[in-house]
């Protein structure tokens, strides 16, 4: 196998494509979109952000502190992108994109946008300046999901959202599901548990046949 080396860069994919809903104190709010955002801790929950500083919702999440990643789908992919081409500045997005705002239900100027299947409220913790971008570590405060994906057991069914991911400049769908957490080792486990059970139950017909 040859490979080229080329210089440092991020090429850290597939990530998650989210709209990030933020708000000043004066009540102004835009929406942007981001690929550099994940989990950071599970115990207090914690998320991060990275966004340009000349970003238009720059001053809104610094000025209040507050601001809420909304999961997106195959329905908002052409939200999804137009939020990140396009500047708060110049258009309102909630307008042009169809989109409605929510109350959060643990912040006080964040709105969460209502098509988005999950919204998760957060809090500024720190605000990291890394360079051409700065991280907002913050802790999760609330989380919003649709009940029309909860199953009859009412737990939460994320994957039958339609989310989707970006990578290398390009918006996709999750695809098919190739297994489950644990499932590499569960698969050897089931296996001999099957040939076990197989068996026995072939001595047992073999036994009834006498």
């Not at 069914?157 to 098919?176: F, P």
């Not at 099957?194 to 036994?207: D, E, L, P, Y």
Request: hydrophobic residues 35%; charged residues 25%.
């Amino acid at each position: 196998m040859s490979k080229q080396v080329w210089k440092p860069g991020n090429m850290i994919y597939p990530l998650p494509a989210v709209m990030v809903s933020t708000a000043d104190k004066e009540g102004n709010s835009n929406i942007l979109t981001v690929a550099w955002t994940g989990t950071v801790c599970t115990n207090p929950p914690m998320a991060y952000i990275s966004v340009r500083p000349e970003r238009y919702s720059y001053h809104m999440i610094k000025e209040s502190g507050e601001f809420v990643i909304n999961l997106t789908t195959k329905r908002l992919a052409r939200a999804t992108d137009y939020c990140g081409v396009r500047s708060g500045k110049d258009v309102d997005k909630w307008s042009e994109c169809r989109l409605t705002k929510g109350n959060a239900s643990s912040l006080n100027y964040a709105p969460v946008i209502e098509e988005s299947p999950v919204n998760i409220e957060c809090k500024v913790a720190s605000i990291q300046e890394l360079g051409s971008h700065h991280m907002f570590l913050a802790e999760v405060t609330s989380v919003q999901v649709d009940e029309a994906y909860l199953d009859e057991k009412g737990r939460f069914d994320l994957n039958r959202t339609g989310l989707i991911a970006y990578s290398h400049g390009e918006y996709l769908d999750l695809g098919r599901k190739l297994g489950t957490f644990g499932y590499s080792v569960r698969k050897k486990a089931a296996a001999g548990t099957r040939r076990k059970s197989g068996g026995k139950t072939a001595g047992k017909r073999r036994k009834a046949g006498r």
